[in-house]
Antibody
């Protein structure tokens, strides 16, 4: 069955970096785009951007340009999100989500989420 | 960018009741709309796509409708397991995607 399994919770200090992973199984990884979604505590969902899993090209939403990097380990069917120079406002749960049909569609499978806490 | 305005922000309803949640887009999104359910501590789950298509395995008491800029999610005969937050998402404006702010549904 299709699964997206994300790495475990992270506790970081301001200014540090974090890298979280999303391992896909049950389908051909390079056939479907992967998206990243942020959810701050008690808040709604915010789309961060996506990565073309075939070419490796990332696209970032305006609010996530600069400190955020999407990458792949395609041989391991894994997408990664790295956040550098962490700020308190980066405290959130980060989800990966598979796009059902490439180039403009809904998200049919989601990872379980990774809670990132930034605190001094 | 297309903005999504979702209402109400919260909703209290009784078991067996029919509930409707609305989403308005800032411009025509040509049915490029999905609805997700998120239970506390869990990841969102797809309910409806293309405005009115029921995702596999989703109970038929959930339905979606709308066109243009106005869309709605209806839950018939509310069950206790439907207590959750609900989010709309537009994907017409590829490669920019937008979520509504969410609706928290509680039991009365």
């Amino acid at each position: 069955q299709i699964q997206l399994v994300q790495s475990g919770p992270e506790l970081k200090k301001p200014g540090e970096s974090v890298k979280i992973s999303c391992k896909a199984s049950g389908y051909t990884f390079t056939d479907y785009a992967m998206h990243w979604v942020k959810q701050a505590p008690g808040k709604g969902l915010k789309w961060m951007g996506w990565i073309n899993t075939y070419t490796g090209k990332p696209t970032y939403a305006d609010d996530f340009k600069g400190r955020f990097v999407f990458s792949l380990e395609a041989s391991a069917s894994t997408a990664n999100l790295q956040i550098s120079n962490l700020k308190n406002e980066d405290t959130a749960t980060y989800f990966c989500a598979r796009e059902a049909i490439n180039y403009g569609s809904y998200f049919d499978y989601w990872g379980q989420g990774v809670m990132v806490t930034v605190s001094s | 960018d297309i903005q999504m305005t979702q209402s109400p922000a919260s909703l209290s309803a009784s078991l067996g009741e029919t509930v409707t949640i609305e989403c308005r887009a800032s411009e025509d999104i040509y049915n490029g709309l999905a609805w997700y359910q998120q239970k506390p501590g869990k990841s969102p789950q797809l309910l409806i796509y293309n405005a009115n298509s029921l995702h596999t395995g989703v109970p038929s008491r959930f339905s979606g409708s709308g066109s243009g800029t106005q869309y709605s999610l209806k839950i018939n005969s509310l069950q206790s397991e439907d207590v959750a937050s609900y989010f709309c998402q537009q994907y017409y404006d590829y490669p920019q995607y937008t979520f509504g702010a969410g609706t928290k549904l509680e039991l009365k």
